[in-house]
C-alpha cells in the first residue's frame, strides 16, 4: 500500500540526548514536512523540502535538524538544544508545486523526562 | 504569512444534527485542504477544494476564494465524527508552497 510511515510511534528520552524520527513515503513524492503539535493546539511546521538534497526552516526550526538524501525519506533530529521536545511530530508529503495534496503519516510521539 | 482563521474553536452536537465549520484566510490560494485528526492523532484528508463545492458523504465543503472563505458542512453527526478539524491553505504568492494551518475547530457529538 501507498502511504508516509513514522517509526516510532512512542518514544521516551532523556533530557539532553538527541532522538531521530524516522519518515518514509511511497508515494513518489517530491515535497515532504515536518510539523510539531502540541496538546490543544494546532500545527507548526518545522522543516520541509521541496526536492532532494534541499531543504528550507519553518517557524520553529531551532533545536532540529534534517536531511533529504533520498526521495523517499525524511528523518527528523531533535537535538539536545530543543527546550521543550515533548510534543507529538507528523510528517507529511505532497506531489510538490502549488496545487499538490498534502497527505499525513501517523506521527510519533515524544515524551522528554 | 498567510493567516487562517476557524470558528468556531469548539462544538458540542448531540447526535444526528448538522453543523458548519468556517475556516477564513487573509490571501490569495492556490490549495486547500480539510482534515479530520482522529482521538488517536491521525489527520485524515476530506476534501482538496481550493474552488467550488465537492460532496462525500455525510460531508460536503464549498469554497468561496474571491471571499477568502471555506465551509465544511456536516449532517446527521455521528459519534466518530468528533475529533478535531483543521483547514490549511497554500499561499498563492508563496514560492515555498508551504501549507498553513488553522487552529481547528474541536467536535464533540454526544450520543
Not at chain 1, 533529504?68 to 531533535?78: A, G, H, M, N, Q
Not at chain 2, 471571499?67 to 483547514?87: A, N, P, W
Amino acid at each position: 500500500d501507498g502511504g508516509i510511515t513514522q517509526s516510532p510511534k512512542y518514544l521516551f528520552r532523556k533530557e539532553g540526548q538527541n532522538v531521530t524520527l524516522s519518515c518514509e513515503q511511497n508515494l513518489n513524492h517530491d515535497a515532504m514536512y515536518w510539523y510539531r503539535q502540541d496538546p490543544g493546539q494546532g500545527l507548526r511546521l518545522i522543516y520541509y523540502s521541496q526536492i532532494v538534497n534541499d531543504f528550507q526552516k519553518g517557524d520553529i526550526a531551532e533545536g532540529y535538524s534534517v536531511s533529504r538524501e533520498k526521495k523517499e525519506s525524511f528523518p527528523l533530529t531533535v537535538t539536545s538544544a530543543q527546550k521543550n521536545p515533548t510534543a507529538f511530530y507528523l510528517c507529511a508529503s505532497s506531489i510538490g508545486g502549488p496545487g499538490g495534496e498534502l497527505f499525513f503519516g501517523e506521527g510519533s510521539r515524544l515524551t522528554v523526562l | 504569512g498567510i493567516q487562517v482563521e476557524q470558528s468556531p474553536p469548539d462544538l458540542i452536537l448531540q447526535e444526528g444534527a448538522n453543523s458548519t465549520l468556517r475556516c477564513n484566510f487573509s490571501d490569495s490560494v492556490n490549495n486547500l485542504q480539510w482534515f479530520h485528526q482522529n482521538p488517536w492523532g491521525q489527520l485524515i484528508n476530506l476534501f482538496y477544494i481550493p474552488s467550488g463545492t465537492k460532496q462525500n458523504g455525510r460531508l460536503s465543503a464549498t469554497t468561496v476564494a474571491t471571499e477568502r472563505y471555506s465551509l465544511l458542512y456536516i449532517s446527521s453527526s455521528q459519534t466518530t465524527d468528533s475529533g478535531v478539524y483543521f483547514c490549511a491553505v497554500v499561499d498563492r504568492k508563496d514560492p515555498g508552497n508551504q501549507f498553513y494551518f488553522g487552529t481547528g475547530t474541536s467536535l464533540t457529538v454526544i450520543p
